[in-house]
Each structure stands twice: as C-alpha cells, then as structure tokens.
C-alpha cells in the first residue's frame, strides 16, 4: 500500500528504507518484483537502503556501501559485491552467512586475519 501511495505522485526517485525487512523470504520476492516492475513501467530511480546483501544483488544496479554514516565504497553491484576494494567492504562480505560451512569457515578466518 506504501509503495502505491509514493508512485501515485509519479516521483522521478523513490527513497525505499528497508522495504523488506520484516518479510519472509517468499513476500520479499514479491515486494521485490513489485519494486521492478514498478521502475521499469513508471521509470523513477530508487535509492534502495538495505542490509541484505541478498537483496542488494537481486536488486540494485549501483551499490554504496556506508560506515559510520560516510561511503566507503561505491561502484556497480557486480564490482562492489564481487571485488570490492574497500576493506569495510570486504569484511562485511565475508560476515554474511554462507549454507555451505566449510566455505563459512575459510570466510571467517580470513575476516579475523584481515
């Protein structure tokens, strides 16, 4: 119901402050498609704020990453997501939980080495 509120007024950026949060995994793929539909149809830019990085990577084009408030890092999704170069980033990479717990391991350690 938000989401149509705010496109009603045809906005050229919709600010979305973690519209998914509270959501199952399952409502979070509809709001999603929602969100991208919705953009694509009406052609308004959307500063997507988020900690899911899952959602992040199904979503975004551009990605900025914040500490404490300043970008550390921004670039494309693919870039930032895949070869960040900030270390912030990389340590919040390497943070998010994998399922495959030998992979979670190697991550964790080189988050405590680095």
């Known amino acids: 119901m ?3 509120r705010a496109v009603a ?12 949060s509270a959501l199952d995994v399952s409502v979070q ?14 052609g308004f830019a959307c500063l997507f704020i988020s900690h899911d990085l899952a959602v992040i990577d199904e979503l975004c ?3 900025s990453v ?10 494309t999704r693919e870039r930032v ?3 960040p170069e900030d270390d912030y980033t990389r340590r919040l990479l390497a943070a ?6 030998i ?9 405590i080495a680095g």
């Open 61 to 63: 084009d551009d990605v």
């Open 9 to 20: 007024l045809d906005p050229a950026l919709l600010i979305a402050d973690e519209p998914t």
């Open 29 to 42: 793929a509809q709001v999603l498609e929602v969100f991208r539909d919705l953009q694509e149809r009406l």
């Open 66 to 75: 914040l500490h404490f408030g300043r970008v550390v890092e921004t670039g």
């Open 96 to 101: 998010a939980p994998v399922p495959d717990p």
């Open 103 to 111: 992979v979670q391991r190697e991550r964790r350690a080189a988050r």
């Open 81 to 83: 997501l895949r070869d």
């Open 2 to 4: 938000a989401i149509a």
